[in-house]
T-cell receptor
């Protein structure tokens, strides 16, 4: 039960912004939205997380809709090294004992 | 700083042989620890998680078992491997901001 829906794959031109959508219509009030990515044959890497406000760090920005039923991960200037599978997960940071990873979005950055 | 160690990186085992994968964490106490498996071309599947020594929760019935003999040690085992046990096994430690994953073990059962 992944609780999120993401497109299977996306392409993005190198240097352009990559916008990865995620639907989480059943998110509860105290659950956070987390984004991870997995480069081939490596463990998933944490990117960013948020509750309801938009968040930004050195890797990406997270935009969460006002009703919290969807979010978008933004990679502002995609590089070839950003090619990976991106996972959107909802969970409670203290009481949520497991992350359910779906199949994610396979992002390919094209030169 | 907190680190997570997982070994071996790759493993080729015959069908019917036993398995033992070890995961240890450093720099934290009483961590929540997790084992995930990723089959080729698929998402991550949660196998087991542990909130403390001797406490194991299983997510799916299968040929594998897990143990937590020490606070910072989490072991994944099997008495007899099946072909379907092949995959990429990941250990993870949970912190407030999410998970830190180990580098993974790629298991091929032949």
């Amino acid at each position: 039960d992944a609780k999120t829906t993401q497109p299977t794959s996306m392409d993005c031109a190198e240097g352009r912004a990559a916008n990865l959508p995620c639907n989480h219509s059943t998110i509860s009030g105290n659950e956070y939205v987390y984004w991870y990515r997995q480069i081939h044959s490596q463990g998933p890497q944490y990117i960013i997380h948020g509750l309801k406000n938009n968040e930004t760090n050195e890797m990406a920005s997270l935009i969460i809709t006002e009703d919290r039923k969807s979010s978008t991960l933004i990679l502002p200037h995609a590089t070839l090294r950003d090619t990976a599978v991106y996972y959107c997960i909802v969970s409670h940071p203290q009481t949520g004992n497991q992350f359910y990873f779906g199949t994610g979005t396979s992002l390919t950055v094209i030169p | 700083s907190q680190t997570i160690h997982q070994w071996p990186a790759t493993l080729v085992q015959p069908v019917g042989s036993p398995l033992s994968l070890e995961c240890t964490v450093e720099g934290t106490s009483n961590p929540n620890l997790y084992w995930y498996r990723q089959a080729a071309g698929r998402g991550l599947q949660l196998l087991f998680y542990s909130v403390g020594i001797g406490q194991i929760s299983s997510e799916v019935p299968q040929n594998l078992s897990a143990s937590r003999p020490q606070d910072r040690q989490f072991i994944l085992s099997s008495k007899k491997l099946l072909l379907s046990d092949s995959g990429f096994y990941l250990c993870a430690w949970k912190f407030a901001g999410g998970y830190t994953f180990g580098s993974g073990t790629r298991l091929t059962v032949v």
